[in-house]
């Protein structure tokens, strides 16, 4: 976000209900192959996560993703990232999903997931 006008736009996902969210095509272009296995290990890590804070989840799914998986963290998240907010570029991940709270961000993870 380079001027306050974006900000609408770059927020709005965090005031849509999960099964309003729209992916936008060129976040969708950018799912590799293993998108639905980093996907899937996602909602495995958060489903009994606890405490659904920004420091808990990232630390859950880079242990499902990262180590679990071998993936790269610049590729690991893009996949969450756009379930998330719809969008390849958004404000912070983690911090988006503890904002969102843990059914919908499971709920939009589950979602792009049934997607592919």
Known sequence: MVLLGEAPE???FLFTAGDAVVIEEDARATLKE????????AIG??????DFSAEPIQAALREAIVDGLGVKPRL???PLRVAVSGRRISPPLF???EILGRESSLGRL???RASL
């Open 10 to 12: 770059m927020l709005a």
């Open 34 to 41: 293993g998108a639905a296995d980093v996907l899937d290990a």
């Open 45 to 50: 890590a958060l489903e009994p996560l606890e």
């Open 76 to 78: 690991a998240f893009g």
């Open 95 to 97: 911090e988006s999903m």
């Open 110 to 112: 589950r979602a792009l």
